[in-house]
């Protein structure tokens, strides 16, 4: 493993250096790809999960060799889940960081929460009893699918007033710890209990499972902060805050304790895991100009409007990217709602608003896979569609030879 570069250091030159190093931490080049599926979400600690279909393509995308029936094996042997961890939205994760993570984060989304049941007509007995009523039947069937337990709530006579109470209750239970989401079926992932999955008190926070309130719930956060840096960075505060649902200064002062946890004298590093120091860096000219490392020691931990121009990443990533630069400025063809789009709230480096609107048309929901080329959104490719090129996109016979055959390995391995 390369240490920190000193303070003065700055990552080599590129156009599109940012987006260049962000593809190299999120595990898309040879260098910091993954072995096998589960370690491949292990590193990201969380990958979006909102479409079935497109969580093998993101896994795959981050897994040397890998192919479809590698994710669903993970997923058939209990090394990967499907949930709501945080942010309310479908992510997955490894069964060891589900219980903790969710615990870690769920007062973000309480107050939605219960607001929506107050809506609803759900109370905590009607909570209590839908979960019985699903542990009972997986406990004689096994895991199940999402109709067949609707119906069992509704032949157990399970009504509530509100249009989408069913759904509700389904992502409140998995919320709550009680179930998940584990085997896939066609479209569709079975849901199972989340008992047998490690408990919280396994996680970074200890005795007391990491919520809030807790002694461990700052060390929760840290790790949080440390997996999103090692595997996103160079990021700032501002994007692990939208990632995670936390406050800016929340997020900015985890993200702090994770580049002293991993600075400090004694830590574990392995490099293989993705398991690094992390140093600070700011991005010269924005966030389409160069990337200067400030060090992990380089300056104290920000504050007010300093918070959203300091980045975060691991400290080998200039020289990882030294190594591997030429394919990070290959072509990927990558999964709808990818972490290297999703997984920041500012995303210039990788597109324009003219790309944002091409990759998501209704500005918020359903997003189109994605073909990046050099760093920067070239055109995405709508299920069942042809391709649609982005405006900037400079065509030439190179980069449209480059996209299909993108397009084709990824085909190969989803089949």
């Known amino acids: 493993m390369t240490g920190a570069p000193g303070p003065a250091a700055v990552a080599p030159r ?3 250096e940012m987006s260049y190093l962000r593809l190299v931490a999120q595990g898309l080049v040879s260098a910091t790809a993954s072995p096998a599926p589960a370690e491949a979400v292990r590193r990201q600690l969380a990958v979006q999960g909102q479409q079935v279909f497109s969580v093998p393509h993101a896994i795959i995308s981050r897994t040397a060799g890998a192919v479809r029936d590698d994710v669903d094996a993970a997923f058939e042997a209990g090394e990967l889940v499907r949930s709501w961890p945080m942010r309310g939205t479908v992510h997955v994760t490894t069964a060891a960081d589900h219980h903790w993570l969710r ?5 973000r989304t309480d107050a939605w ?3 929506g049941e107050r809506r609803l007509g759900i109370d905590d007995a009607m909570l209590e009893r839908a979960g019985s009523i699903a542990l009972a039947l997986m406990a004689e069937h096994g895991p199940v699918m999402r109709d067949r337990l609707i119906g069992a709530w509704s032949d157990a006579g399970l009504v509530a007033s509100g249009a989408g109470w069913r759904r509700h209750l389904l992502v409140r ?4 710890g009680v179930l998940v989401q584990g085997p896939r079926r066609g479209n569709e992932h079975l ?3 989340a008992a047998p999955l490690p408990p919280a008190e396994s996680g970074p926070g200890g005795a007391g499972g990491g919520g809030r309130g807790t002694d461990g719930h700052r060390a929760a956060l840290a790790e949080i902060a440390r997996r999103y840096a090692a595997s996103h960075g160079p990021a700032s505060a501002t994007d692990l805050a939208r990632w995670t649902s936390l406050p800016v200064g929340e997020a900015s002062r985890a993200l702090e304790d994770a ?3 991993t600075n400090a004298a004694g830590y574990g590093a392995d490099a293989a895991r993705g398991e690094v120091p992390l ?4 991005a010269e ?3 389409r100009g160069d990337v200067r490392v400030l060090g992990a020691g380089a300056r104290t931990a920000p504050s007010g409007r300093e918070r959203s121009t300091v980045l975060y990443m691991r400290a080998d990533l200039p020289d990882l990217l030294a190594v591997c630069r030429r394919q990070a400025a290959g072509t990927f063809f990558l999964a709808s709602f990818d972490e290297v789009h999703v997984g920041y709230k500012d995303r210039a480096c990788l597109t324009d608003a003219a790309g944002e609107l091409l990759i998501c048309p209704a500005g918020n929901g359903m997003f189109r896979p994605l073909l990046v080329d050099r760093g920067r959104v070239v055109a995405v490719r709508p299920v069942g569609e042809g391709l649609l090129w982005a405006d900037d996109a400079r065509r030439s016979a190179r980069l449209e030879a480059d996209v299909a055959g993108a397009v084709r390995g990824m085909a190969r391995r989803l089949a």
């Open 14 to 16: 590129a156009p599109r």
């Open 103 to 107: 615990v870690a984060l769920m007062h």
């Open 113 to 115: 929460t219960r607001s």
């Open 173 to 176: 239970l998995q919320r709550e």
């Open 191 to 193: 849901i199972v209990s």
């Open 259 to 261: 580049v002293e946890l």
């Open 279 to 282: 140093t600070r860096a700011v």
């Open 285 to 287: 000219g924005g966030l």
